[in-house]
């Protein structure tokens, strides 16, 4: 039964403080993250983050473009060559803003996998 399933990671984070103090925050959060992706070598990648932009995300909703950019472009995700990422950035609809963030990572070795929108069905 091995060799039919895809090894998949899920993670959760709350990512807020990460986006208060980028410069010293990212490097540390971005290495745990790194090892553990190492350590479970999965084929699907889920990383689900709470407080996307920060606690103060008026402030801190810039870094969110800098935290997407390195992780699509960084070494140890260069073997997942499909990513699909949902952002709720828009902190104006206060009537609607979640600050959550959903990046999905697939790798090379994985042949075929499909997304449904449940909402649009």
């Not at 090892?35 to 084929?43: E, F």
């Not at 407080?51 to 950019?69: C, D, L, P, R, T």
């Not at 995700?77 to 499909?82: E, H, I, V």
Request: hydrophobic share 40%; charged share 25%.
């Amino acid at each position: 039964m091995e060799g039919d399933c895809t090894r998949t990671l899920l993670i959760t984070a709350n990512v807020g403080s990460i986006f208060e103090e980028p410069e010293s925050m990212f490097p540390g959060w971005l290495k745990s993250f790194f090892k553990c992706i190492h350590t479970h070598k999965p084929g699907i990648l889920a990383l689900h983050c709470q407080e996307v932009g920060g606690k103060n995300y008026e402030a801190s909703m810039q870094h969110v473009n800098q935290f997407v950019k390195i992780l699509l472009s960084c070494e140890e995700l260069n073997k997942y060559d499909r990513a699909r990422i949902f952002l709720d950035e828009d902190y104006t609809a206060a009537d609607k803003f979640t600050a959550l963030g959903n990046l999905y990572f697939i790798h090379e070795d994985v042949a075929d996998v499909l997304i449904w929108d449940f909402v649009g069905e």
